[in-house]
């Protein structure tokens, strides 16, 4: 992969991560359209370890504070919460990813089936923005709350359907305000994003870090910086705007593949 698409990929990654548009969709359709099909296991622990470092970063008071929560002291009852409903929200996808992953590689990468999800999930995440929300502090999200929140994101294990949006629409459903739900989405981002680079680092060998060290920086450092911004901007915006825009982009993307890819 030369160094170009390297930087294209990584910008994608890094926008589309954390945006309800599904970043695993636009990696497999633009890898494609560059003829770069074989991304490679570096790139793929660079960019992941990018994005995972934006979000750590940008949350870092709440990192912190789940830190402190592992202590279960009363007078971090809040940040004990919160790491409790990561924890639970994260199982369903780490157990379903391990044991689907080599099926969906096989069999759920096709431009039908992205077109099809990118549709689908597009319009659910439209449904969603419709609900009356009730709340919009991250810490009243309940545990039960926050396991329907993991389960639902373990429909982004098909490509096209967007981690953050089908969280973020499982969120609303339960009546969670757009930017607590946007916020949670996030926090989960974390720890599943950390389990996928956990496990791609296990395959990356030291003779593929040496040859391809520079690569790797790269991939990260460009992630890193376009997620950091892309969650900022995103996070400022949720409450000011709908997810109508998105849920266009989605449909109009789908169409143009059941169109001319499919």
Known sequence: MSIVDLFILSVIQGLTEFLPVSSSAHLILVSEFLNSTDTGIVFDVAVHLGTLLAAMIYFRKEVIGMIRGLSFNQRNKEETHQLVN??????PILILGFLLRDFVDQNLRSSEIIA???IFFGL???WSDKIKTTSNDINLITTQQAFIIGL???FALIPGTSRSGVTISAALFLGIGREAAAKFSFLLAIPTIGAIAASELMNLSIKDLLNQGSDLVLAVCVSFVIAYLTIDAFLKLVNRFSFTPFVIYRVLLGVWLLSYWV
Do not use: H
């Open 152 to 154: 639902s994101q373990c």
């Open 116 to 118: 099809y999800a990118t």
């Open 86 to 91: 990561i924890l639970v929200a994260v199982l």
């Open 124 to 126: 659910i995440l439209l």
